[in-house]
Structure formats: structure tokens, C-alpha cells
């Protein structure tokens, strides 16, 4: 299959760690790449590769892979980290195409 | 720094054929795949498709059949076309540049994993199909 799977929502209490995670058979093939929307805006790619961050991306966020699992973990989330967060892929079954997740709605408390 | 702006029509009525185009400012035009993603209102990202500075493409399967995505290189600039909309295809879309790294086999055939993401996107455009 070349669908990701997200859970719907995550919630994270102020300056903890939250991990949210991504399935799919083309994770065994292709990182994931991750995306932060705030509402109104246009995603923002926050971890791309092994665990890369873009220019101007804090720290706080990291990537990891096992096996058809992806996982973003935010340690000491922000108030500001509060967005929708979309896993993305290539699928591997032949098809030539991206793939996004459902998404995640990350509330912060 | 790579910019991307994106412009065309916001609202449609049933039946017609939606056009955008998304400039590329700043950057090399090549070794890209210039990508078109889609977000229904309170809804998802859905990858559309792709066009290489070549000129080849590839498709969402679900989309396929109304699907042109072309290429200027001249100017810089790539377009999306999707005929024949309706109602399930308002959206707002975005065009971005993607980057691939295909996975390969390294030594005792260890798949060692490709890398696929979206650096740089543009401001989105609100598409409305309504009669």
C-alpha cells in the first residue's frame, strides 16, 4: 500500500516532548519528510532525510525511522508549535508519486 | 533565496477547466520535480502531480484523467491544468518544488532509503468551483 496513516490529533502539555508518528509500506523505502501548517499558511518542511532540518527550524525538532514507522518528536514543545503536522513519502510500489498522511492537529497546553 | 508565486482564476463553474502557473524565482530550474499539491477546505494535503525541467510527468492515479501539468523553462515558470471540475475540487492549491533522492541497494543488498520533500512552496490559491 502507499497510504500513510497519522493519528488525528496529539496533544502536548507546554516544555514536554510529544512524538507523532506516520505508517506506511513506503517508509521502508523513502524517509519521511515532515510539514508544519499553521492555519491560513502554506506547510513549512521542518525534517527532511535521515533527521534534517531546514534553515531556521529549531532544534527542538527531530526525525527518526523504523521499519514503516516515521516519527516527529518536538522536545519542549512551544506554545508556538501548535499547527497541523503531514507526514509525506514516495511511493515505492511502482507508482510514481508522493504520498501525504492524513495529518496531525497538535495542541499544545 | 527561491521564491514561488502562483496566480489563476478562483472561481470556476462546473464543467471548466482550471489553469495556474507558479513562477520560480531565484535557484536552478533543473534537477527538481515542480510539484502542484492540493488542500480541500478543513481537509488534507493531496499530492497532484509533477514535472521535471524535461518535461516529464507524473500523476496522481485518482487524477490522472483530468491532469496536464506543463513546463516553460524560458520562463521559469510550470502550469497545472484540470479539466472538467466539480464541487470536490475546490481547494486550495499550492505549487512547490520537490526533491528526490531514490533509494538504491548498497553492499549485501541493505536498501539504503531515498529522500522525497518539499523545500519550497508557494502562497496557495484558493480555488472555487461553484454555479
Known amino acids: 500500500s502507499s497510504e500513510l496513516t497519522q493519528d488525528p490529533a496529539v496533544s502536548v502539555a507546554l516544555g514536554q516532548t510529544v512524538r507523532i508518528t506516520c505508517q506506511g509500506d513506503?517508509?521502508?523505502?523513502?524517509?519521511a519528510s515532515w510539514y508544519q501548517q499553521k492555519p491560513g499558511q502554506a506547510p513549512v518542511l521542518v525534517i527532511y532525510?535521515?533527521?534534517n532540518r531546514p534553515s531556521g527550524i529549531p532544534d527542538r525538532f527531530s526525525g527518526s525511522s523504523s521499519g514503516n514507522t516515521a516519527s516527529l518528536t518536538i522536545t519542549g514543545a512551544q506554545a508556538e508549535d501548535e499547527a497541523d503536522y503531514y507526514c509525506n513519502s514516495r511511493d515505492s510500489s511502482g507508482n510514481h508519486r508522493g504520498v501525504f498522511g492524513g495529518g496531525t492537529k497538535l495542541t499544545v497546553l | 533565496q527561491v521564491q514561488l508565486q502562483q496566480w489563476g482564476a478562483g472561481l470556476l463553474k462546473p464543467s471548466e477547466t482550471l489553469s495556474l502557473t507558479c513562477a520560480v524565482y531565484?535557484?536552478?530550474?533543473?534537477?527538481?520535480?515542480w510539484s502542484w499539491i492540493r488542500q480541500p477546505p478543513g481537509k488534507g494535503l493531496e499530492w497532484i502531480g509533477e514535472?521535471?525541467?524535461?518535461?516529464?510527468?507524473n500523476y496522481n492515479p485518482s487524477l490522472k484523467s483530468r491532469v496536464t501539468i506543463s513546463v516553460d523553462t524560458s520562463k521559469n515558470q510550470f502550469s497545472l491544468k484540470l479539466s472538467s471540475v466539480t464541487a470536490a475540487d475546490t481547494a486550495v492549491y499550492y505549487c512547490?518544488?520537490?526533491?528526490?533522492?531514490?533509494?538504491?541497494?548498497?553492499?549485501?543488498?541493505?536498501?539504503?532509503?531515498?529522500?522525497?520533500?518539499?523545500?519550497?512552496w508557494g502562497q496557495g490559491t484558493l480555488v472555487t468551483v461553484s454555479s
Open positions: 514535472i521535471n525541467h524535461s518535461g516529464s510527468t
Open positions: 513506503s517508509l521502508r523505502s523513502y524517509y
Open positions: 531565484g535557484g536552478s530550474f533543473s534537477g527538481y520535480y
Open positions: 512547490a518544488r520537490g526533491r528526490l533522492r531514490a533509494y538504491y541497494y548498497g553492499s549485501g543488498s541493505y536498501k539504503v532509503p531515498g529522500d522525497y520533500y518539499f523545500d519550497y
Open positions: 532525510g535521515k533527521n
